[in-house]
């Protein structure tokens, strides 16, 4: 069975600081990671994935996420936050037979002036 | 780009009436998904579809059911809405093709049931 603990449900940056949220997976099967954001009132959009290769993975507007297989996490990295990353973030995880995405509980984030 | 649509962005309910909550997708996705979002509790799948009239449960699906007649097409239904089932609702699809994980979300239904 597959599982995604987010730690921190509330996160609080100021602007131009460094954004970590973090996200810790288990998986009988080697996983494919997901992170996705999402704004008020807004379905869910896909910042990046990790399904295989390269460990340190790019996304949309400028978030990066590193695949740590030996420490079963898969942590959202941004150098510098901007008043518009204040958004809900979810880690999914995919494992298994079937399509399902399991996902963490969310992280809301606020970004201060 | 994928689109997911979801019929209404809120939704006001009474208890006891059967609510349909419809999702349509134009990328001609095999997988299709059904959600409820509450705080503190992420995502929690409802329902999905594999395919046309085929449904397997997830990991409540509790006082719901669900319809997909039309590959694109996949529906909610509430039998007898309870104001335990106010949520937020979100749709999801994907492709089966290997490598295409990801999922694609609709914008979401917030129910409301008085």
């Known amino acids: ?113 | 780009d994928v689109k997911v649509t979801q019929s209404s962005r809120y939704l006001v309910k009474r208890t006891g009436e059967k609510v349909f909550l419809e999702c349509v997708q134009d990328m001609d996705h095999e997988n299709m998904f059904w959600y409820r979002q509450d705080p503190g509790l992420g995502l929690r799948l409802i329902y999905f579809s594999y395919d046309v009239k085929m449904k397997e449960k997830g990991d409540i699906p509790e006082g719901y059911s669900v319809s997909r007649e039309k590959k694109e097409r996949f529906s909610l239904i509430l039998e007898s809405a309870s104001t335990n089932q106010t949520s937020m609702y979100l749709c999801a699809s994907t492709g089966s093709d290997r490598g295409l994980y990801e999922q694609y979300f609709g914008p979401g239904t917030r129910l409301t049931v008085t």
Request: aromatic share 12%; with cysteine; hydrophobic share 35%.
């Open chain 1, 1 to 113: 069975a597959q599982s995604v603990t987010q730690l921190g449900s509330h996160v609080s940056v100021s602007e131009g600081a460094l954004v970590l949220l973090r996200c810790n997976y288990s998986s009988s099967v080697p996983p494919y990671l997901f992170w996705y954001v999402q704004y008020p009132n807004q379905g869910l959009q896909l910042l990046l994935k990790y399904t295989t290769g390269a460990t340190l993975v790019k996304g949309i507007n400028g978030f990066e996420a590193e695949f740590k297989k030996s420490e079963t996490s898969f942590h959202l990295t941004k150098p510098s936050a901007h008043m518009s990353d204040a958004a809900e973030y979810f880690c999914a995880v995919r494992g298994g037979g079937g399509n399902k995405l399991t996902f963490g509980t969310g992280t809301q984030l606020k970004v201060e002036l």
